[in-house]
């Protein structure tokens, strides 16, 4: 096969798989394979794609994900990951996991992965969320595994995550997980508990934005917003127009079988009065069922 007329930004292994630079293969061919030469049959990134093939349909154990690799043989051949008729043995994936992958290594190598496949030059949303781990409580306990993440909403990039002891250490592991991601032009959201000036402030150093909600925990700063805007909801019930500085859009959906009306309203009146980080408009939503 001719081999000459490949992209710049291609590759090709030794079954003449044409790869792009940069893929998630490129990566796995990067990572230091530490096995002995001898007896070696399957390169490292080959046996990671089929263990990742693997987990994402469902295989959890060794045993598992040699069964399932083997019984697509064909196609792997077909694909050109391989040129054997035949597939790893479970023992050849439980050496790998033991002995050859270093778990925070892999980790940050996904990491970087996964941002460097983020679209260049339009801002991208963040959320950051922690959630209590399926399976993970013990007999008798009260509270399994808990996980705060950085992810992108929509694609299922996950950047970053830490575990937690409790709910309430969200704030203070919260910080330390922004400073693995990029943030220069993102917008990071997250729930309430977040609403923190030490946080804002991070995220704007490094060249991003923020979009939070303020409630109980903020209490002067949620005063100040519901102030700003009964005011102004008051005015437009007696039939005055928008007062400047506020702007107001409504959409209205038909969902799951009901009319939900949705009105967000915004203002920067507060910028200068608000002692919050940067502060551009601050907002208030109603939903009408």
Request: net charge positive.
């Amino acid at each position: 096969m001719d081999y000459t007329n490949l992209k710049p930004k291609q590759d090709v292994n030794k079954c003449g798989l044409i790869y792009e630079l940069g893929s998630l293969y490129d990566y796995f061919n990067h990572i230091d394979d530490n096995r002995g030469r001898r007896g070696r049959q399957y390169p490292l990134a080959t046996l990671l794609i089929w263990m990742m093939l693997a987990k994402l349909c469902g295989e959890d154990k060794p045993s598992g994900m040699a069964e399932w690799v083997a019984h697509r043989k064909e196609l792997w051949v077909e694909y050109q990951l391989t040129d054997k008729a035949r597939t790893a043995s479970h023992m050849t994936y439980r050496r790998v996991l033991q002995d050859t992958l270093n778990a925070e290594e892999f980790e940050q190598m996904i990491k970087q992965y996964h941002q460097q496949k983020l679209s260049q030059g339009q801002e991208i949303v963040l959320s950051m969320d922690g959630k209590a781990i399926r399976g993970t409580i013990p007999h008798g306990e009260y509270r399994g595994t808990f996980l705060l993440a950085i992810y992108v909403p929509r694609q299922g990039l996950v950047l970053a995550q830490a575990s937690i002891d409790r709910k309430e250490n969200e704030i203070v592991v919260a910080p330390h997980l922004l400073r693995q991601v990029s943030l220069a032009g993102t917008i990071v959201i997250a729930d309430a508990m977040h609403t923190q000036k030490v946080m804002c402030r991070e995220v704007i150093e490094v060249g991003g934005d923020y979009v939070l909600t303020a409630k109980d925990n903020q209490a002067r700063t949620r005063w100040a917003i519901e102030k700003l805007f009964v005011n102004e909801i008051c005015n437009l019930q007696k039939g005055a127009p928008l007062s400047q500085n506020f702007q107001m859009a409504v959409k209205t959906e038909k969902r799951h079988g009901r009319l939900e009306k949705r009105t967000i309203m915004t203002s920067s009146l507060l910028n200068d009065y608000l002692d919050w980080p940067s502060l551009a408009q601050v907002f208030r939503i109603e939903n009408i069922i």
